[in-house]
């Protein structure tokens, strides 16, 4: 209750980036914010939930579980990436703001910790903040379409609390040629049509 009466006092859409580790999404946040704002690299980064939302200079916040909040300065924000140096132990989420030209139409975008983090206690993190969304961007990778892993939380985590409100995205799509391309696509379709729901595709 308390969640949702502070996000309607907000006036935010909560648009919010899900998928496994590896899959980009850290990436994909930075291509829509078109700056690299968010640490990225080949094994797990994000360790905590990052809140983005419009600011006129950059600035980091920490918001701790028990409400507390702390400044830091901007270059901090990317120690809360795993193995940056700062633990994400009582850390609700760190909220960044960013002079974003999207971040300005009063969208917070949330980028999330693995899915298949091996951490469970980052995955149970991104578990319990997706009913708060009011959309969900789940990232695929175009090498590696809906895998089994995939397919299991889409239908033990994601589909009974959030179906009508999940695009999927195919990440790393220019590592394909067009044949390739049109053969990932027609997968993806193919298992979307599997899951019991109907989904959208971008």
Excluded at 90 to 99: I, K, T
Excluded at 104 to 122: A, C, H, M, W, Y
Excluded at 137 to 148: N, R, S, T, V
Aim: proline fraction near 5%.
């Amino acid at each position: 209750d308390r969640d949702l009466v502070k996000k309607m006092e907000e006036d935010r859409f909560h648009l919010v980036v899900v998928g496994e580790f590896n899959h980009g999404k850290s990436s994909f946040v930075n291509a829509l914010l078109g700056e690299t704002v968010l640490p990225v690299g080949v094994t797990p980064t994000t360790a905590a939930i990052h809140h983005l939302k419009y600011s006129d200079t950059p600035e980091s916040t920490v918001v701790f579980a028990d409400g507390r909040r702390e400044s830091i300065p901007f270059t901090d924000a990317r120690k809360f990436a795993v193995g940056g140096g700062s633990s994400p132990d009582h850390v609700d989420y760190l909220e960044v703001g960013y002079p974003a030209p999207l971040l300005k139409e009063r969208i917070l975008l949330v980028d999330t910790p693995g899915v298949n983090d091996l951490s469970l206690q980052r995955a149970d993190i991104t578990y319990s903040y997706i009913p708060r969304a009011d959309a969900v961007l789940f990232l695929l990778d175009a090498g590696q379409i809906l895998k089994e892993s995939e397919r299991q939380f889409l239908q033990d985590k994601l589909l009974k609390a959030s179906r009508d409100k999940i695009v999927f995205v195919i990440t790393k799509w220019d590592i394909l040629n067009d044949d390739e391309k049109k053969e990932a696509l027609a997968y993806a379709r193919w298992a979307g049509k599997s899951l019991p729901t109907e989904a959208q595709w971008e």
